[in-house]
Every structure is written in structure tokens, then in C-alpha cells.
């Protein structure tokens, strides 16, 4: 455990860190999932909803640094590359 009390601060941010970016990640899972039930579903049009909700969720989680940039447009890219194939 720490024991200076800069050490314990840094403790106690970190450990506040880990908890508001991990309920951050469940979140854009969430709107993930979402896209991804409506292209199992076979509907495009919500598919396509569903990602314009996402896409925004998503570059604001990456731009706080809780997702990297390259997985969040990994993310996006393969997400419209499916419901373009829905589309076909």
C-alpha cells in the first residue's frame, strides 16, 4: 500500500479512474451490441440508426483516451462494413 500521502492520492485517482472508464467501456459495448442485434436481425434501417447513435458514443469515449483512436475507428469501420454487406 502506499505510504506518502502524495502516493495515496495517486491511489485514490487511479482507483477513481478505473472505475468511471470501465463503466465508459461497458457503455459503448452496450450501443456496440445494439448495432449488432439489429444487423443479426437483418434490418437495415435500424442497423443503420443504431450505428448513427453509436458512431458519436464512440468518438467520445476515444478522444478521453478510455479507447485508443485505431480501435475505436476498427470498431466503427467493421460495424459499417456489415451493414453495407446487409445492404448488398
Known sequence: MAN??????RARQAENRRVLKASQRSMVRTY?????????GG???QAMAEFKVA??????IADKDVLS???AAR?????NKRIKALAA
Request: hydrophobic letters at 35%.
Open 75 to 79: 470498431l466503427k469501420s467493421r460495424l
Open 69 to 71: 483512436k485505431k480501435k
Open 4 to 9: 506518502s500521502k502524495q502516493a495515496r492520492k
Open 43 to 45: 434490418d437495415h434501417a
Open 32 to 40: 456496440i451490441k445494439r448495432v449488432i442485434k439489429a444487423i443479426n
Open 55 to 60: 458512431q458519436p458514443v464512440i468518438d467520445r
